[in-house]
């Protein structure tokens, strides 16, 4: 099999950029979603669709983001 | 492979769809998430996991000797063979192994040039099922820590100023804004950088498609940030992975001689009590 239908596209959430990366591998939808900088992953899920895939990493990602505290410097 | 110092330490990912049934090459795949191993992965590719097989799992430290070896035998690789390494999280894990496999002296290790991302984005083959694999011998060497720093090495040369500092880790994370990654755990007390450190973010490195920029742009970012490999260098992030990766361009495809990995990183400096801490911006390069 072969990772096909590649797309990748950036949001913010939380005032920090998102990056979704989504494929589809066989029958199966498969999205990451990083943080941008420095690029970690936060979030991996899969879906019947692109949709399904995107909105359950965008969704663990935007949990994990909220949690995160602003320094003041 | 763009005029490298070290150009055999790294392979495209054309070499590795060319030797995906070559005996003398494992090809391994390094994730701190390792579902995406069982997702898919690169055909005849077996799976490491960074926290659980390359590090001690009771005292953080990078595993033992023993370990090691135990490791290597029953990945099916012996001293001769051909190690390429790539990985999740931009290959930074793919780096740490690579030097790990350095500090106990295997001969032949390469990074895949672009990793896991670049491998998928090129809609290249991926298998599911793990392969056999027939566990061969293996000894490795004393450690190598030669390309180790410790926080007493970066205590006593930082003072002095004796060496080149870098900090690999994003902007927000050396000012102290951020005390991790957007969304992943603090793993520290106070937030901010070693004094005296350059803020060169390990992504600077790379194109956007993970493969690494030529060795004059690498060589021109470096120096751009009083980088120039004519003292020791001492990279670090905040658990190690990502000045792994920088420490592998420094070192390898620059051919900067004394640069070290000071894996102790942030998560030490940052809840020792009493260190020195800066916030705020980079130091200006001179």
Redesign the interface.
Known sequence: ????E?ATRELEVHG?KVRL?S?R?GEVY?C?A??V??????A?S?GASREEAEQRALDR?TE??G?????T? | MADYTHPDVLVSTDWVAQNLNNPSVRIVEVDVDTKAYDEGHVPGGIGWAWNTQLCDTVRRDIIPRQSFELLMTASGISNDTTVVLYGDNNNWFAAWAFWQLKIYGHKDARIMNGGRKKWIAEGREMAKDKPAVTSVGYTAKAPDFSIRSYLADVQQKTAPQSVDLVDVRSPQEFTGELLSPPGLPETCQRGGHIPGARSIPWGQACQEDGTFKSHDDLKTLYANNGISGARPIIAYCRIGERSSHSWFVLTYLLGYQNVTNYDGSWTEWGNLVGAPVERGAAAAAG
């Open positions: 099999m072969q990772a096909e590649h920090f990366t494929y591998l498969h990451t990083d943080n900088d420095p690029g970690a992953w936060l991996r899969q990602a994990l983001l949690r995160t505290r602003r320094q410097v």
